[in-house]
C-alpha cells in the first residue's frame, strides 16, 4: 500500500556521495527512473479508456444472480447491479460435479460440525466415508446456467473492451508494472541490507515509488507516518544511489 507523504517530501532523492554503491541497484535504480514516465502514461491510458468500457459494459445478467437457496457454495459478490455470485468462485466450479450428500454414519442425529465443511457444503475429506452422495440435477442445472450466462457476458466485455481501447491500456499496463517494472524492484526489495548502498536504494525506491501525494482534503499523516518519511526520505537524501 502507497504511503502518503508531502509533496516536498518526494523532493528527497538521492543526491550526496557516501559508500559506493552495488552496481546491481545502481542499475536497478536508473532503469526503474527511466520506466517511471513510461508507467505512468500507461496509467493514465488505463485511467482514460477504463470510465468509457466501464460506463459501455452491460450490467450482470440475472442468472448470475446469487441466492443462498442456491447452495452452489459460491460466494456474494456485490456490485452496482446488485450481488451476484462471485466470478472467481464460480470459475472454479466449472466441471465440478453438483451433488447431495446424505449421511450415513452411525450417529443417527446427523453429521456434527467436526465431519461437515459448512463452507464448502460437503463432508470433510477424511469423513467422506460416512456419507453417500447421489449427483443433484437441479444444482447442476443451475450451475450450468450461470457458467453459460457468465461466459456470453464476458464475450460481450471482451468486444468492448477491444472497441474502447481498453484491452490495448490494460494489456500495456499490465506488460510494463508485472513485467519491468516488478521485477526491477524487487532486485531492490531483496538485496541484503548489508551490500553496499542497499539501504539507500531501498529509501530512494521507497520515495520514487511507493510515497505519494496527500489529495486536497485528505486525512492527515499521524506523527509515526511523519517520523517514517522523515527517516526514509533522509536516509534517500544521503544516497549516492
Known sequence: MNMLV????????????????????ITALEKLRELKPVYDAAQARW???FPVYHKSRPAWPEALRWCPMDGLNIRPWKTKDGTILDPTDLAKMRGVPQLAWE????????????????????????????????PDEWKQRRLDEALKAADEHKAICDELKIKTGFRAAEDHLNDVYFNQVVPTQKIII???PATPGAIQAKAALMVEWFFEDVPEGGAEMTDYDRMVVDVVCGVATASSV
Open 103 to 134: 449421511y450415513i454414519g452411525p450417529d443417527v442425529a446427523g453429521p456434527s460440525s467436526m465431519e461437515w465443511d459448512i463452507e464448502l457444503a460437503q463432508p470433510k475429506e477424511q469423513f467422506v466415508h460416512l456419507f453417500k452422495s447421489v
Open 6 to 25: 508531502g509533496a516536498t517530501a518526494l523532493t528527497a532523492t538521492a543526491t550526496p556521495v557516501h559508500a559506493a554503491p552495488d552496481t546491481t541497484l
Open 47 to 49: 485511467d482514460e479508456t
Open 190 to 192: 531483496d538485496a541484503d
